[in-house]
């Protein structure tokens, strides 16, 4: 009744209901049980396309093609695998189905090599995938403190996509402006070379340097903004995957204090509190550090351009002083 080879050899349970019963066999029920070992050592050896009843996900019955592999493993013409149900004597379909499946039987028919996965178990370990979290029911085990993870995460995505825009909208500015000899204010560059020419300062370095400085240091500013909570975020957010891991493992000493280590699924939820806020924590924080590097080092080559076509334009002004002198 365990094989699946029973939904090709139905009569086979038949011949062997006395094995339920306490009375010797007769010689001819040792012929039948002999004769059904001997079938099924045949029949694990075997892979055939049967047409049999399947029940579907939604409890409906219908014959399809499938295809057996030995006493391990059937699926359907779709490469669904199929598990073997006990209490029905009936191949029904895997609520889950495995991640590595070929989708066709037609596939087999061909000369090209096919990979097909097997359950030596006889469907224990296809079973399991259903037991298998998903991704919601992972991020929920990591509780409150999971949640604010996945929120410092989302606020950190925003601010960085939102100063990566800016960047490059002024990248691009920047860009025009040095292909263009007309001072435009909707740029860094524009902005810091019009704060030079427009400078009231006659005949003083010092002063014009400084004011150069402050037009630069406006626009670093402006161009550093939200770099220092990017990085705030990636420092907090493995701190607080510690925090919860601490939270977690005193939750699964207080199960055990409790109800002792008889029972592991008392203390599961606790566990997977403590390992899954680290993992959140380690998720948010990597990304956020790439992006304030990206960000970071951006920025910085806007500013050296600013500082180097500043200071040009600072010792073109000096010169034409000088000469006007």
């Known amino acids: 009744e365990d094989s699946m080879t029973s939904a090709q050899f139905p009569d086979r349970i038949t011949a062997l209901r006395f094995a339920e019963t306490s009375k010797v066999p007769t010689l001819l029920e040792l012929q039948a049980l002999f004769s059904s070992f001997e079938s099924e050592i045949v029949e694990s050896g075997k892979i055939e396309l049967l047409d049999l009843p399947v029940v579907a996900l939604d409890g409906k019955t219908s014959p399809k093609q499938v295809l057996r592999i030995g006493t391990f493993s059937a699926m359907d013409e779709r490469g669904n695998y199929l598990a073997w149900d006990l209490s029905k004597q009936q191949l029904s379909e895997l609520p889950t189905q495995p991640s590595e499946t070929f989708s066709q039987i037609p596939q087999l028919d061909t000369a090209i090599p096919t990979t097909l996965l097997i359950d030596p178990t006889r469907g224990e370990l296809f079973a399991l995938l259903d037991r298998e979290p998903t991704l919601q029911e992972r991020i929920a085990q990591g509780g409150n403190i999971g949640y604010i993870i996945i929120a410092l995460g989302l606020i950190g995505l925003l601010i960085g996509l939102y100063q ?152 073109s002004l000096n010169q034409t002083d000088s000469k006007a002198a």
């Open 164 to 315: 990566l825009l800016k960047l490059l909208k002024a990248e691009l500015g920047v860009r025009k402006q040095l292909q263009s000899q007309d001072l435009r204010q909707d740029n860094p560059l524009g902005r810091v070379l019009h704060a030079v020419k427009s400078a009231d300062v006659e005949n003083d370095n010092d002063a014009l340097e400084l004011k150069v400085d402050e037009a630069v240091m406006a626009e670093l500013a402006n161009l550093e903004q939200g770099q220092s909570f990017l990085k705030l975020l990636a420092a907090v957010a493995p701190l607080l995957g510690l925090l919860g891991t601490v939270v977690g493992m005193i939750a699964t000493f207080q199960s055990i204090s409790v109800f002792g280590t008889s029972d592991p699924k008392l203390m599961a939820s606790g566990i997977s509190q403590a390992l899954m806020t680290t993992v959140l924590g380690l998720v948010v924080a990597v990304p956020i550090l790439f992006a304030h590097s990206v960000l970071t080092s951006r920025s910085r080559r806007i500013v050296q351009i600013l500082q180097q076509k500043s200071f040009g334009a600072l010792g």
